[in-house]
């Protein structure tokens, strides 16, 4: 079937033997990012130069098609284009073409960039859509503004001689969060997670301002950045306070979890109405959601008289049955 979407351990389009992200191996898969949820050992993988550059070595597919953005690729008689998802360095949306029908596969997307910044929607007929925070509370600010409020907090602690420990997943949000807090004059160091990340994206074209690995040299005047994963070397520090950066920080419990002093809703993933938006943008007249609240938020858009559907969810209650 030429306009079919399933999902079968991923997101597919069967008529065209095109695998988006897929959780097992296949001959022919679409790795929107660098994150480990993504990549695995395809026979052929199709992915942008950065996004290959970032994933390390045992996890890389055993051959690849590499598409910049904007650049198009004959897929049977249809038509790939990648463009930037905003959600890290190399991360792609792809658009298939294939004579007037198209679908959109967003990967993990962000809308609103610090910087006002905005990333490009394409149209297409199908939208297929990451829903993370696909619920209404998660309404996060302005990320400039929160990033101004994030200098301010390292600020005050450093003022006070207080280590300043910001939470963030290791690859992408630190290394981004490290880029945009460089322009209020921090320098950085990172927990042994992070390291192996930060070298990563220098290699794979961005380089990032001054860092030293946590417990290798004394960290005074430094913003430490860790995984919160990585407490027991935090708490080897004299004193110190902890923020987590994270789009959770909208969910009271959730943040709860982590134990952190502050947290900041910065997030690489869209909010709810930036998830809002990317479907208009789209101008999409089916929408199927994938991770997260895929439920809530094909719910939300059919009381909008939008056609969606979770993806994702479907195949687990075929499992179940
Ligand atoms: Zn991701």
Partial sequence: MRGEVVWDHGVALPGHSLWLDPLVVRSFAFISHAHTDHARRHKEALLTPQTLALIPEERRPRAWR????????????????????????GSAQLHFDDDGWSVL?????????????????PRADVLILETTY???????GDPDETLETIARWCRRALDSRVTPVLLCHALGKTEEVMLQLSRFGFSFALEKRCVPCARQYAMAGRSLPNWIELNVEPVRDRVVISPPAGKD?????DRYRTALI????KDPDFARLFGADATFDLSDH??????????????????YTVHGFTEDFARSLRRKGVKAWALEKN???ALAL
């Fill in 233 to 237: 070397d935090i708490r080897r520090l």
């Fill in 270 to 287: 869209c909010d709810f109405d930036e998830l809002v938006e990317v479907v208009e943008r789209s101008g999409a007249e089916q929408v």
């Fill in 315 to 317: 195949e687990q209650l």
């Fill in 246 to 249: 994270s789009g959770w920080a």
């Fill in 105 to 121: 596969y967003t990967g993990d997307i962000k809308l609103r960039q610090p910087g006002r910044i905005e990333t490009f929607v």
């Fill in 66 to 89: 590499m598409l910049g953005y904007g650049e198009r690729l004959r897929r049977g008689a249809g038509t790939v284009t990648l463009h930037s998802a905003g959600h890290m360095l």
């Fill in 134 to 140: 696909g619920r209404p509370h998660f309404r996060f």
